[in-house]
Nanobody, 120 residues
Framework: VPLVESGGGLVQAGGSLRLSCAAP????????MGWYRQAPGKKRELVAT????????NYADSVKGRFTISRDNAKNTMYLQMNSLKPEDTAIYYC??????????????WGQGTQVTVSS
């Protein structure tokens, strides 16, 4: 598992968490990055993405205005700041790297996931 997430946990509704995803530099520097999540009984869904240089981001409608994706290319780490959390944000959150540059073009890498639980 080349990507390692951290920062999940249990939080009350309205609270905040910050997820981190560490990746090998050989992957991080050549990839767009993203966060996905999967709730019990549901398909994995896109939460947010950020381009290789960090200049462009994209968010699911359900998290716009509450979540912020960022990356630190010097530390080979991506973050997801989650504010105003809701019970429906409860899921396993996965880090993704999608290769842009040869030899990684088209390759997807995933982390093992980190559990986020929001209580009402």
């Amino acid at each position: 598992v080349p990507l390692v997430e951290s920062g999940g946990g249990l939080v009350q509704a309205g609270g905040s968490l910050r997820l981190s995803c560490a990746a090998p530099g050989s992957i991080f520097s050549m990839s767009d990055m993203g966060w996905y999540r999967q709730a019990p009984g549901k398909k994995r869904e896109l939460v947010a993405t950020i381009t290789n240089g960090g200049g462009s981001t994209n968010y699911a409608d359900s998290v716009k205005g509450r979540f912020t994706i960022s990356r630190d290319n010097a530390k080979n780490t991506m973050y997801l700041q989650m504010n105003s959390l809701k019970p429906e944000d409860t899921a396993i959150y996965y880090c993704n790297a999608r290769g842009l540059i040869k030899p990684l073009i088209g390759k997807d890498y995933w982390g093992q996931g980190t559990q986020v639980t929001v209580s009402s």
